[in-house]
């Protein structure tokens, strides 16, 4: 308990770099890498994460130092050179994008472990440490690395803060943006930058290998629990200095742990849960809203043809048994059966003696499915001219999702031809999310 007090109030100066550096690496690069989410450049972001090390070793064979700042340039050269290579090659010949960015994602992280490879043969004392870049190493982190973070993380949260209104608009209609004289190639170039930059930031942390993955999975994760952009890029940062916060503690309170790792699984782990959780667009979610929507399809299904029996002989309260209704609609037994009990439940069909009538409120609801389909069926074959014998299938699954201001759209529709639909050629009551999905 005392260590994890001690964790949590930073008493120890190491604590607090590692603490406060994870921070600013989650932090800067979700939000980067949520306009890479956006612009689909996900593949570029671990293709350049991967390139980064040729550019490392470059910098340590001509400085002789581990100097963040000079690898950093470093790696700013290889990561760009690389981009630059990419849409070359795209751009220039018959090869793909994710062809190319396969190409020079293998290449250049091949070269860049033979260089590591020549590097640790050379009998350079001061490359022990530099294999930490291939796989972080947050808890090596000292005064002068958090300071080298924090001003590349302030840089890259500032640019993105003078620069939202152009980045977003660019992510999300680039054709306008150009249509309205915005420099498009010139904000790519700098996303483009900014891109690299968030990589070189976290390999010290995180390590050139993992970087891709946090780059985008926190945006990933946001993504699934909003649709708007701002609330997007606060809610991946925010599950980024959380993955952070959380692999620097387990990597302090259980030894021999990787900081880097450990953050990568953390905010995996949120992605995961996000995409089953997510009350909107989570798996569990859709699903649920696929079950309602089976459910008020066999309901009104079931009305609807209850309905259409009582309008052949006019006798809607008439009793119809189950063999009667699975000859004129197929369907499972037991199905059609749970429908009715549910019907029964809501007061909408009643059951005397195993045969089945609708209520006087059923009557309503099955009229108002019946006259959805015809009004439908009105529209396609005269508004799009499709035959009237193709047009009944497609009623059938457009009925249950028209929603009330369609209906009276529709029904204007036919007023204007002069048409006169069913027995209830009038207007359909308006019920709020009666028909909505």
């Given at each position: 308990?005392?260590?994890?007090?001690?964790?949590?109030?930073?008493?120890?100066?190491?604590?607090?770099?590692?603490?406060?550096?994870?921070?600013?690496?989650?932090?800067?690069?979700?939000?980067?890498?949520?306009?890479?989410?956006?612009?689909?450049?996900?593949?570029?972001?671990?293709?350049?994460?991967?390139?980064?090390?040729?550019?490392?070793?470059?910098?340590?064979?001509?400085?002789?130092?581990?100097?963040?700042?000079?690898?950093?340039?470093?790696?700013?050269?290889?990561?760009?050179?690389?981009?630059?290579?990419?849409?070359?090659?795209?751009?220039?010949?018959?090869?793909?994008?994710?062809?190319?960015?396969?190409?020079?994602?293998?290449?250049?992280?091949?070269?860049?472990?033979?260089?590591?490879?020549?590097?640790?043969?050379?009998?350079?004392?001061?490359?022990?440490?530099?294999?930490?870049?291939?796989?972080?190493?947050?808890?090596?982190?000292?005064?002068?690395?958090?300071?080298?973070?924090?001003?590349?993380?302030?840089?890259?949260?500032?640019?993105?803060?003078?620069?939202?209104?152009?980045?977003?608009?660019?992510?999300?209609?680039?054709?306008?943006?150009?249509?309205?004289?915005?420099?498009?190639?010139?904000?790519?170039?700098?996303?483009?930058?900014?891109?690299?930059?968030?990589?070189?930031?976290?390999?010290?942390?995180?390590?050139?290998?993992?970087?891709?993955?946090?780059?985008?999975?926190?945006?990933?994760?946001?993504?699934?629990?909003?649709?708007?952009?701002?609330?997007?890029?606060?809610?991946?940062?925010?599950l980024g200095m959380v993955a952070?916060?959380?692999?620097?503690?387990?990597?302090?309170?259980?030894?021999?742990?990787?900081?880097?790792?450990?953050?990568?699984?953390?905010?995996?782990?949120?992605?995961?849960?996000?995409?089953?959780?997510?009350?909107?667009?989570?798996?569990?979610?859709?699903?649920?809203?696929?079950?309602?929507?089976?459910?008020?399809?066999?309901?009104?299904?079931?009305?609807?043809?209850?309905?259409?029996?009582?309008?052949?002989?006019?006798?809607?309260?008439?009793?119809?048994?189950?063999?009667?209704?699975?000859?004129?609609?197929?369907?499972?037994?037991?199905?059609?059966?749970?429908?009715?009990?549910?019907?029964?439940?809501?007061?909408?069909?009643?059951?005397?003696?195993?045969?089945?009538?609708?209520?006087?409120?059923?009557?309503?609801?099955?009229?108002?499915?019946?006259?959805?389909h015809e009004l439908w069926e009105?529209?396609?074959?005269?508004?799009?001219?499709?035959?009237?014998?193709?047009?009944?299938?497609?009623?059938?699954?457009?009925?249950h999702i028209i929603t009330p201001?369609?209906?009276?759209?529709?029904?204007?529709?036919?007023?204007?031809?002069?048409?006169?639909?069913?027995?209830?050629?009038?207007?359909?009551?308006?019920?709020?999310?009666?028909?909505?999905?």
């Open positions: 308990m005392d260590t994890f007090l001690k964790f949590l109030f930073l008493a120890d100066p190491n604590i607090r770099y590692v603490v406060v550096g994870t921070f600013l690496l989650t932090s800067s690069t979700a939000v980067v890498g949520s306009f890479a989410l956006l612009k689909k450049k996900v593949l570029v972001g671990d293709a350049v994460a991967h390139a980064v090390l040729p550019g490392v070793c470059l910098a340590f064979i001509l400085t002789g130092t581990k100097n963040l700042f000079y690898l950093a340039v470093g790696a700013c050269f290889s990561g760009g050179l690389s981009l630059v290579l990419i849409d070359s090659i795209s751009q220039s010949s018959k090869i793909k994008e994710d062809t190319a960015i396969a190409l020079i994602l293998s290449v250049a992280f091949g070269i860049g472990i033979l260089m590591l490879t020549a590097i640790q043969h050379s009998g350079n004392a001061a490359q022990v440490g530099l294999t930490n870049f291939l796989f972080g190493k947050a808890a090596s982190l000292v005064r002068s690395d958090l300071q080298s973070l924090g001003a590349l993380s302030l840089l890259l949260l500032g640019v993105v803060w003078v620069f939202f209104k152009e980045f977003t608009l660019v992510a999300f209609d680039k054709a306008f943006a150009q249509a309205i004289g915005l420099p498009v190639w010139w904000l790519e170039l700098l996303m483009t930058v900014l891109t690299v930059l968030s990589i070189v930031i976290g390999i010290r942390a995180v390590g050139i290998l993992l970087m891709a993955a946090m780059l985008v999975t926190p945006a990933a994760a946001a993504r699934f629990w909003t649709d708007s952009l701002p609330q997007m890029l606060i809610l991946a940062a925010v952070g916060w959380t692999g620097a503690l387990v990597s302090y309170l259980i030894p021999a742990m990787p900081t880097g790792p450990w953050i990568v699984m953390v905010v995996s782990l949120i992605a995961y849960l996000s995409f089953l959780l997510a009350p909107k667009k989570g798996l569990l979610a859709r699903k649920l809203r696929q079950h309602r929507h089976q459910q008020k399809t066999l309901l009104e299904n079931i009305l609807k043809l209850l309905y259409e029996l009582g309008k052949e002989d006019q006798q809607f309260c008439k009793g119809r048994s189950l063999e009667l209704l699975i000859q004129r609609r197929p369907m499972c037994r037991r199905t059609l059966l749970q429908g009715l009990r549910r019907l029964q439940k809501q007061g909408l069909v009643q059951c005397q003696a195993q045969q089945w009538s609708l209520t006087a409120i059923g009557e309503k609801k099955g009229q108002e499915v019946s006259t959805l009105f529209y396609l074959a005269e508004y799009l001219r499709i035959k009237p014998d193709h047009v009944h299938e497609d009623a059938e699954s457009i009925e201001s369609l209906a009276l759209e529709l029904q204007r529709l036919l007023q204007t031809s002069k048409k006169t639909i069913g027995p209830s050629s009038g207007n359909i009551a308006p019920e709020k999310n009666s028909h909505a999905t």
